[in-house]
């Protein structure tokens, strides 16, 4: 199969420190990565440079074969990337249910029209409640989502995530800060995305269990570069990991 998301080359410089170098690697529908290495690694750059927050110093970016190297977020995100990030995506203001409505008609390309009111789309309001059900949030609707909880303020992320439907789905560390017992919603949440062979999904993650139960796949980056790519439990064996890890966390290699 013909990969959804490829770099080649890709590398971004700050000032003399080489951040990401030369990292070439393609993604497949229906394949979850997860994207590991030691703090400062270079795994929350990488993503930068494929969604488009940061612009490569060198090499190149493809979505479904396009080069979208000069493209800005936006555009990418119109091409089927989407990016869960650390709470960036809500409206802090704006209740549970306004903002999932609002990544529904984002995604349904619906505007707001006086004349045709949110209220007339079944359709799309059966949508929202869906996936606020599917998150466990149905009772929050109508709570601001700034006073949500941490852990709740991050399903809100996946959920509105999911309501977007992309073709390429990123998730940065999405479990950190959760409790022990919130973390199991949010891998069931991307375990569900993941059951979709159309989509690829890419993850960086510190957590070994949580790279353990979800990946396909596990890329290594460490100072910057693509030190190790593979099936998962191969990865994790390979001397690479266990090095990268040691010392760094220990028992979460293990
Ligand atoms: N905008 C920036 N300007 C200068 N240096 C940066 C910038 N962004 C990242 N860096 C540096 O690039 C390197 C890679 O950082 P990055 O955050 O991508 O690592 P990471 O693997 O995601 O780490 P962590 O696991 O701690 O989140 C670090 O040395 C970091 O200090």
Redesign the pocket.
């Known amino acids: 199969m013909s990969p959804s998301l490829e770099t080649r080359g890709l590398t971004v410089r ?2 003399g ?1 080489v ?2 170098d030369h990292v070439t690697c393609a993604f497949r529908p229906g394949e979850l990565t997860a994207i590991v ?10 993503f ?1 440079l494929i969604s488009g927050q ?1 612009r490569a110093s060198d090499g190149a970016v493809a979505i479904f074969g396009r080069d979208v190297t000069r493209l800005g977020a936006p555009e990418r995100t119109r091409l089927g990337l989407g990016r869960a990030f650390q709470l960036t995506n809500l409206f802090p203001q704006l209740a549970v249910a306004e903002n999932v409505r609002l990544a529904v008609q984002a995604h349904a390309g619906v505007h707001y029209d006086m004349r045709r009111p949110w209220r007339g789309r079944r359709d799309l309001i059966d949508k929202a409640e869906a996936v606020l059900g599917s998150v466990g949030l149905g009772d929050r609707r109508g709570t601001q989502a700034a006073a949500l909880s941490h852990g709740d303020q991050r399903k809100l992320e996946v959920a509105m995530m999911m309501a977007l439907e992309p073709k390429i789905a990123m998730f940065d ?1 999405p479990t950190a800060g959760m409790s022990v017992d919130e973390v199991p919603v949010v891998l069931d949440l991307i375990a569900r995305l993941k059951s979709d062979p159309t989509r690829t999904i890419l993850l ?1 993650e ?1 957590k070994m269990d949580v790279v353990r139960s979800l990946a396909d796949r596990i890329v290594v ?1 460490v100072n ?1 570069r693509l030190a190790a790519d593979g099936e998962p439990q191969a990865v994790i064996a390979s001397a690479v990991v266990q090095e990268a890890y040691l010392g760094i966390a220990p028992g979460k290699a293990a």
Do not use: M, Q
């Open positions: 700050f000032g420190h951040a990401v290495g030691p703090n400062g690694a270079g795994k929350t750059t990488y930068n940061l560390e960086v510190h980056l910057g």
